[in-house]
């Protein structure tokens, strides 16, 4: 798979937006944008996907660049429980997900 | 909402051990996987199962591993003869395809202490 890039750690505060980057600078056509997130003590949790238009579920935005090299996803209102480690992943396979170190998000009440 | 089930949520093994996951996957999902992590570090896949048979493994996944899906509802993970460093949460996921877009729905883990 190939490599993503994303800050080591954010801060937002309660009920405010945030806004999480991930650089992908060499992906290919055929790469699927998978967000996963990992609160503590717990296993990974699937987010969001997507491969080129941007896209909204029920926890969260993916908005993709127009050239794709970018993505970033969007928590409209940080909640505490939102804070975790989120993580980046593109895939061409359906098998592994490969995970970084991803993107530690603190929520300050 | 169906969620994956591992047990135990701890398991302690004196080492050379034998030691055996569970994990009880989604009902109607076909893929099934096993992840770990180490303390302080990154999520690493192990190998993934389809169709009563391996379909990928990560060079961590050596002759002392081993899966089994023994029922229609159970798929574990053996560890022959345990390690000091086979000590980390062993993560179990199932998705309902293999492909790039379905998700892994993955359970809470166990963690393996190794003495």
């Known amino acids: 798979d190939a490599k993503t890039t994303q800050p080591n750690s954010m801060e937002s505060n309660e009920e405010e937006p945030v806004h999480l980057p991930c650089n992908h600078s060499?992906?290919?056509?055929?790469?699927?944008i998978h967000w996963y997130r990992q609160l503590p003590s717990q296993g990974p949790e699937y987010v969001i996907h997507g491969l080129t238009s941007n896209v909204n579920n029920r926890m969260a935005s993916l908005a993709i660049a127009e050239d794709r090299k970018s993505s970033t996803l969007i928590l409209h209102r940080a909640t505490l429980r939102d804070a975790a480690v989120y993580y980046c992943?593109?895939?061409?396979?359906?098998?592994?997900?490969?995970f970084g170190e991803g993107t530690q998000l603190t929520v300050n009440p | 909402e169906p969620e994956v089930t591992q047990t135990p949520s701890h398991q302690v093994t004196q080492m050379g051990q034998e030691v055996i996951l569970r994990c009880v996957p989604i009902?109607?999902?076909?893929?099934f996987y096993w992840y770990r992590q180490i303390l302080g570090q990154k999520v690493e896949f192990l190998v993934s199962f389809y169709n009563n048979e391996i379909s990928e493994k990560s060079e961590i996944f050596d002759d002392q591993f081993s899966v089994e899906r023994p029922d229609g509802s159970n798929f574990t993970l053996k560890i022959r003869s345990t390690k000091l460093e086979d000590s980390a949460m062993y993560f179990c996921a199932s998705s309902s395809q293999g492909s790039s877009i379905q998700p892994q729905h993955f359970g809470d883990g166990t963690r393996l202490s190794i003495l």
């Open positions: 009902s109607n999902h076909l893929y």
């Open positions: 992943i593109l895939r061409v396979s359906g098998s592994r997900l490969t």
């Open positions: 060499t992906i290919s056509g055929t790469d699927y």
